[in-house]
């Protein structure tokens, strides 16, 4: 195949400002600045108002100039320390892109508005920084609603522009109209739609503010035309007026202090970890309380690389296909500190059933989450990074003046489990490619430092299981709403965020046909991610649950990919600009990702052709207690209850 050169690569790359890389961790907290104060950059960092960098940082002042609407946007966006959008011109918003031809701000042109807004979702997440995304009224608007909702339920700071048909059109039903703004109501931090163009820096300067602080989360500024078109005068840095807006960062002392008890004097203690952690920077903190107490550990599907994964205290991860040791660990404890998390019920399993002995001390920035699906008898309102300082002072203070309770029958017993049941799979019978081998050689031979993106289903699971996370910030993955589609633009964000990073994308071949179509602008932009598809012809994870619940009546499951090849995913990725290359047996994995990682001037895809019978183990069946987690089909843990 020809690849693109740097001459027709030139178009798209020629005033785009370099991506800097940001501290892999920036222990920060939010920093509140609420209600009638002057705007500071707010490009985000780990939740920090920050510049291009993901640092704290100052921008000048610039001078008051007169412009359109649209040219106070892209001023906005300079002045906030943006260096990147993802979006797609169309007729209402237009009149932005006019002056964002001569902006510093680098777009990003993509083939559909859903890969804008999961670019500017990966984006957030691997660096830290508020991600951006652009759309034109109507269904421009509402192709984004998906990448909002993924968003939302992620916490990831996200700021949407959509352009609007101009006001004097609003509720009309003029042509491509579409009311995003109560469409998204339900799943958006806040939502704007600006009225002058006067407004536009300050609009800007609060999206960027509310999307990056507190609970981060997804902001929309809708913009109709007329607004982008009429003059004004563009000043900086505006006023924010969010009187309403007071994120709590500093948890209240009393319940640090009773927390700190009770960790000293339980006996089964589990620290319960979301993502949360991540988004506060505190995961060094959470290293030292972990050892501090002795206490076991289990991260989420969110947190993954919150706690090293080969820590002699990580458990795993909890939840629907987590380990047996965390599942049971969170089970049968007395004592559940949980840390930015949410009790979700993937986690929970039956939430009647779960965790019947445990006492709750529940720490979220976010008080509505406290309480919602599961009685906290500690609550702690408060930035992670507050909360584990705190708790890590206030522990030391409790452990010198009473010592502490002895852990050991609990960690013999939790050993004794990852003992007998350990993560890991069978050979597939008929000789086929395992895709659990594949995706464990993937995260051994890439290693700790590559950012895995994953799309949703088995191979989400298995990537979640086979590869060791030791480093926050190197997982990615649609965790609450579960979007098929997700990994090629989230993966592609990411590499735009971090571009010495390498960036995988761990995908299955029906997510992969849902946005493999961003390739193109990967190829063109010159963003030489890499895609390992996980092939198995089918959806898979609908397939597994067709297995054991529908009695193998495989309805609508079968894609075509092996039966047919259609697509030939080799042709596809050399048609979108790729390498494209195909691995049918185990003695060519090693080399096959070898190849792919050899390649780091154009887009890779690996066509991993595995067989279709595997399954995610452990699991713990839909609406079903944590009690009845299988290790294996038909194969149910057997545990001494007078021991737990």
Avoid at 63 to 86: C, I, K, N
Avoid at 111 to 121: D, V
Avoid at 450 to 457: E, K, L, Q
Wanted: proline share 8%; aromatic share 6%; glycine share 10%.
């Amino acid at each position: 195949m020809t690849r693109p050169t740097p001459e027709t690569l030139a178009h798209s790359v020629r005033r785009a400002r370099p991506a800097s890389e940001p501290a892999s961790d920036v222990d920060h907290a939010p920093t509140p600045r609420t209600g009638a104060t002057p705007a500071a950059p707010a490009g985000g960092g780990r939740g920090v108002p920050a510049g291009a960098d993901g640092r704290t940082a100052t921008v000048g002042r610039p001078a008051p100039a007169q412009v359109s609407g649209a040219g106070s946007l892209v001023r906005s966006l300079e002045a906030l320390g943006v260096d990147v959008v993802f979006g797609i011109p169309g007729g209402a918003i237009l009149p932005a892109y006019d002056p964002l031809y001569d902006s510093t701000v680098r777009h990003i042109l993509v083939r559909h508005e859903q890969g804008a807004g999961h670019a500017a979702t990966g984006y957030a997440q691997a660096t830290g920084k508020v991600g951006v995304c652009i759309a034109t009224s109507g269904p421009g608007a509402t192709n984004l609603v998906t990448p909002i909702a993924d968003a939302y339920m992620d916490s990831v700071p996200m700021v949407a522009i959509t352009g609007q048909v101009a006001r004097p059109s609003i509720g009309t039903d003029a042509f491509q109209e579409a009311d995003i703004q109560g469409i998204t109501l339900p799943i958006t931090k806040h939502n704007f739609l600006v009225q002058t163009a006067e407004e536009i820096p300050q609009v800007l300067a609060e999206a960027f503010h509310l999307a990056s602080t507190g609970r981060p989360g997804p902001v929309l500024v809708d913009i109709p035309k007329d607004v982008l078109q009429a003059p004004t005068t563009f000043a900086w840095p505006p006023t924010l007026d969010l009187p309403g807006y007071r994120p709590t960062l500093h948890p209240h002392g009393k319940q640090i202090r009773e927390a700190a008890r009770l960790m000293t004097n339980a006996r089964r203690p589990v620290l319960y970890v979301g993502g949360g952690v991540l988004k506060a920077g505190a995961t060094d903190g959470l290293r030292r309380l972990a050892e501090l107490t002795g206490i076991p550990v289990v991260t989420t599907l969110m947190a993954l690389g919150a706690f090293p994964d080969s820590h002699r205290q990580h458990l795993g991860m909890p939840g629907m296909h987590g380990t047996v040791a965390a599942v049971y660990g969170l089970q049968k404890a007395d004592l559940i500190v949980a840390l930015g998390a949410r009790f979700d019920d993937r986690v929970t399993g039956r939430l009647d059933s779960f965790a019947p002995d445990a006492t709750v001390v529940h720490a979220d920035i976010d008080p509505a989450e406290i309480g919602k699906n599961r009685h906290a008898d500690v609550p702690i309102v408060g930035d992670a990074r507050h909360v584990i300082d705190e708790l890590i002072a206030a522990v030391t203070a409790e452990r010198g003046a009473h010592p502490a309770s002895d852990l050991g029958d609990w960690w013999t017993q939790l050993d004794d489990l990852r003992e007998r049941y350990p993560l890991g799979y069978e050979e597939p019978a008929d000789g086929t490619l395992s895709p659990q081998y594949v995706i464990k050689r993937l995260g051994e031979i890439a290693g700790p430092d590559t950012i895995f993106v994953a799309g949703v289903g088995q191979h989400q699971m298995w990537a979640s299981q086979f590869i060791s996370y030791e480093k926050p910030y190197t997982w990615l993955n649609s965790g609450g709403l579960g979007t098929m589609g997700y990994a090629v633009p989230a993966a592609m964000g990411a590499k735009v965020g971090k571009p010495d990073t390498v960036v995988w994308a761990v995908d299955g071949d029906g997510c992969f046909q849902m946005t493999n179509q961003e390739l193109a602008t990967c190829a063109l932009e010159g963003i030489p991610v890499k895609i390992a598809v996980i092939n198995n012809g089918n959806l898979g994870m609908v397939r597994q649950w067709q297995t054991l619940f529908y009695g193998e009546r495989y309805s609508n499951t079968e894609l075509g990919t092996h039966k047919h090849r259609i697509p030939d995913f080799v042709k596809l990725a050399e048609a979108l600009g790729c390498v494209g290359l195909r691995c049918e047996n185990a003695a060519d994995v090693d080399k096959t990702i070898e190849a792919a990682m050899a390649i780091n001037d154009a887009p890779v895809v690996i066509d991993f052709v595995v067989g279709k019978d595997a399954m995610v183990w452990p699991m713990v069946a839909a609406g079903t207690s944590n009690d009845e987690i299988m290790f294996a089909r038909g194969v149910r843990p057997a545990f001494d209850e007078d021991e737990l």
